[in-house]
């Protein structure tokens, strides 16, 4: 991505397609979400005084509609390409055990001690081909860690670092993809993990894999169909599911964090609200406007043409208007989530200091 021919044009509130009807309350309480954790420390600071003036409009539409009106600056994102691309992604919902008994024998893993970030963890999708993560030595040497065939054949077997066992590799796989998982024990209960670091090697999309190799034409590839063929095809799944090298390391998560999932810098995400950037682009916290024309089962029917909240990132949301769509947690959820490959705009509302 050439980020120097990248510039931010401004424009005024009546060049948003549908800005009028967006629910502004509803994006103003997932911008609070985001506000809460800057305040912290910073009472002075401009934005900080921004924050809690939001805190005052919120529960309000016409309010939070003057609120973004009044303090932001809406500026349309121009860069080589005529749009951008939306996808989504959501919370699974999948059976587990915190030990390793009958069906549930695939283990998901806490992050290792000797796992340290060689790039900030916001900023992994700019690090392009080169390791994000790696292993520190005793002496201090840095190595890359193990890939996810590696570690799937036994490389971190036995040494306590099991978090709960999966049934399904499938599932396992994709909650890897997602980022976070709500886990339902035996008992009944139900833990919430999240994402905690991965093993630095470079994300590779099986879907693309697969469109390469003509197993699959571009327009037929969803979250259902992938899902659907590497379990038709357990002889393969596995060999294709070790393309992506990629390996995802989780926490449980515990007390008041337990009640949401979290995207980056653990902000609690907002269903339709919370959307995934290339931080080293947009800066986290910072209010987007999306407009997806083709993007219509989200609002029977109508374009998606939404104000969200820049909240999250992902190894594969790389570029100026590519985003990623929270959807929220649950089957419902992955079923939009899996219909969501749309082009976009994006118009980012930066603050007005002055």
């Known amino acids: 991505m050439k980020h120097e021919i990248l510039r931010f044009e401004a424009v005024s509130f009546s060049d948003l397609p549908g800005w009028e009807q967006d629910d502004h309350a509803a994006a103003l309480q997932a911008f609070l979400k985001s506000s809460s954790n800057f305040v912290k420390g910073q009472s002075k600071d401009p ?22 009106e009044t303090h932001f600056k809406p500026h349309r994102v121009v860069h080589q390409e005529p749009h951008g691309l939306v996808t989504g992604y959501y919370e699974p919902v999948l059976p ?32 392009g081909e080169n390791l994000t993560h790696a292993r520190r030595l005793a002496d201090g040497t840095l190595v ?13 077997a036995g040494q306590g670092f099991e978090l709960m066992y999966l049934a399904d590799p499938v599932d396992t796989f994709f909650m890897h993809v997602q980022g976070s998982g709500m ?10 993990l999240s994402y905690d670091g991965k093993n630095g090697h470079p994300y590779t999309s099986i879907g693309r894999h697969l469109i390469e190799t003509g197993v699959f034409k571009a327009e037929n590839v969803t979250l ?12 393969k799944a596995r060999e294709v599911m070790w393309k992506n090298a990629s390996f995802v390391f989780f926490r449980e998560l515990t007390g008041e964090e337990a009640y949401s999932p979290l995207g980056a810098n653990e902000i609690p995400l907002t269903p339709g609200r919370s959307l995934a950037v290339d931080a080293s682009i947009h800066t986290l916290g910072t ?18 043409q939404r104000l969200m909240i820049a909240q999250d990132v992902g190894s594969a949301i790389r570029g100026p208007e590519r985003g990623d769509i929270f959807f929220g947690t649950g089957s419902e959820a992955g079923r939009q989530a899996g219909m969501t490959k749309h082009p976009a705009n994006f118009f980012v509302l930066l603050p007005r200091y002055g």
């Open 183 to 192: 886990i339902e024990l035996p008992d009944g209960s139900c833990v919430r």
């Open 224 to 235: 259902d169909a992938l899902v659907d063929w590497l379990r038709a095809n357990p002889e």
């Open 47 to 68: 934005l900080a005084l921004l924050c809690r003036e939001a805190e005052a409009n919120a529960g309000h539409s016409v309010k939070a509609r003057v609120f973004f």
């Open 287 to 304: 209010p987007v406007y999306v407009v997806a024309p083709t993007l219509t089962h989200t609002d029977g029917g109508k374009s998606f």
């Open 96 to 127: 587990g055990s915190r030990v390793r008994e009958g069906q549930f024998q695939i283990p998901v893993y806490r992050r290792p001690p000797d796992l340290v970030n060689v790039v900030d963890d916001s900023l992994r999708a700019s690090a």
């Open 144 to 156: 890359p860690y193990p890939t996810r065939q590696e570690i799937e054949s036994g490389a971190l």
